[in-house]
């Protein structure tokens, strides 16, 4: 079992910037591809981007392809998120979660991390 818990929301400006952390617990965290996802009030849950097991592949929604990065620590038990040039559209509660899948569907990940709130003002 994997539990993750997140970290570094908050409230920015638009334009602004955040790093949202991911820190797992559980020997098999490094088995897993990492998954960031979204779910702003009154919408489903989105996803944002994915990295693999071991950092060298990631993929992005293309709403935030070129302003978030995904990376991780393996030594550290820690995925990130780098949130660049943040739009009010972006306001949502961000929520990490683990798959053994290369997917980007919710169904498919399996342990998720309680979520973190991240509000940008206009």
């Known amino acids: 079992q994997v539990q993750l818990v997140e970290s570094g929301g908050g409230l920015v400006q638009a334009g602004g910037s955040l790093r949202l952390s991911c820190a797992a617990s559980g020997r098999t965290f490094s088995s897993y591809h990492v998954g960031w996802f979204r779910q702003a009030p009154g919408k489903e849950r989105e996803f944002v981007g994915v990295i693999n097991w071991s950092g060298g592949s990631s993929y992005y929604a293309a709403s935030v392809k070129g302003r978030y990065i995904i990376s991780r620590d393996n030594a550290k038990n820690t995925v990130y998120l780098q949130m660049n040039s943040l739009k009010p559209e972006d306001t949502a509660v961000y929520y990490c979660?683990?798959?053994?899948?290369?997917?980007?569907?919710?169904?498919?990940?399996?342990?998720w991390g309680q979520g973190t709130q991240v509000t940008v003002s206009s």
């Open positions: 979660a683990v798959t053994h899948v290369w997917g980007s569907h919710p169904d498919e990940y399996t342990y």
